[in-house]
């Protein structure tokens, strides 16, 4: 089938508003994969065991197709699905579990999902999965003969981690959701009036194309593709396959400037959208398991906050804000928009970090000069990050030539 083009939105937009409108319907189904994810914005599924051949389906816009996923009524699933992903940067696990100790709040059991779902940064994972709505989702992550299960029931949140035999639970997990407040600017009411939003608000920045169908699952597919169209972006496309009867997303790809593997893949091997059984979402902690609780029972709290604590605390939060946004400043926009922020201090040297963090620092630093003078360039296939000697930092998932002449530009 051949491409369907219209003008899209910014990046932000397409994962931000159009995913707002549809944040019930969609997060039913895509719950699972967002944990999955290293980012929400970074993160893509992919086709995992695409059937050949590519089915024959009725031509689609790309504005039909982003109605498609507005209106999807999806609520119930489950299956099977591989997560890939490759950022460029070493093996995390043993930094992951360094710093596991370091932030003194932090859960000791080895099922916090916390400490557990770093994995999913790097390497290739197996997952199943299955949801009945917003109030239980179950995600399960498999290594040889060893399970992590994550599961979202009702007010409780349970993980189990078979090979140290430990369980972490979370209390009050469906708290805290208040509906939302009037007031607020009121969003699309049908899927074609947020299609329309959507296309509306795109810039000279993006461009959304229909190319093509897939198998996905055994799902007959759409591929929705996501490109820039500025130059200096680390983002070469982004690719989501959807659903061709029921508008869920079943694959995802981001792929980096850089080529070779995407930064991220992960797609469906089986799925079935019927409603999972009741007892999918149970849990009992097995005889002589180790369980945590999780600091949603709110231990140790006082009862009651000191006087003007608030007030007080509200004017320091605010100051410190303020102060931190003087520094920043944006460059560009879109895709190749660039966080610049200037500390006002001397970049730190790489032997005074934590022995933790040396090794990692120096497999992906590299030393750069410019009119700027000097510094280090922190590299991965999607997000980079320049660090001036004199203290300046710049921030984006642009190229390093990118980075390099904005920091020129700023002497």
Known sequence: MAANEVPSETPSEVRGEARGETRRRASRYVVPVAVAGVAA???GLVPALAAAGDPDLPEITAQQLIEKIAGSETQTLSGTFKVSTDLGLPALGGLASGLGGLGGGASSSTADPAQKLTELASGTHTLRL?????????????????EYSLIHNGDDV??????????????????????????????????????????????????????????VAGRDAYQLVIKPKQAGSTVASVKIAVDAANGTPLKFTLSSVEGGKPVVDAGFTKVDFARPDASVFAFEAPKGAKVTE??????????????????????????GFEDFGKGLNVIGEGWTTIAKLDTGAP???????????Q??????????????????LFKTKLVNALLTD??????????????VDAANAGK
């Open 347 to 357: 970049a730190p040297k790489t032997e005074d970090a934590p022995k933790e963090f």
């Open 158 to 215: 349970w993980a189990y981690d078979s090979k140290s035999n430990e369980v972490f639970h979370e209390k009050g997990a469906s708290e805290g959701h208040a509906p939302e407040e009037s007031g607020k600017k009121e969003l699309p009411a049908t899927p074609k009036e947020l299609a329309d939003e959507v296309l509306k608000a795109a810039g000279d920045t993006t461009s959304i194309t229909v190319d093509g169908t897939a198998k």
């Open 359 to 376: 090794g990692l620092l120096d497999s992906f630093g590299d030393e750069v000069t410019g009119k700027f003078g000097s510094g280090t």
């Open 130 to 146: 299955a949801a009945d709505g917003p109030e239980r989702q179950k995600l399960t992550l498999l290594d040889g003969s060893d």
């Open 294 to 319: 999780g600091a949603a029972e709110e231990a140790g709290k006082p009862e009651k906050l000191p006087e003007n604590f608030e007030k007080e605390f509200g004017k320091d939060f605010e100051k």
């Open 390 to 403: 004199d203290g300046k930092v710049y921030v984006g998932a642009v190229t390093k030539d990118a980075l």
């Open 41 to 43: 914005a970074t993160i």
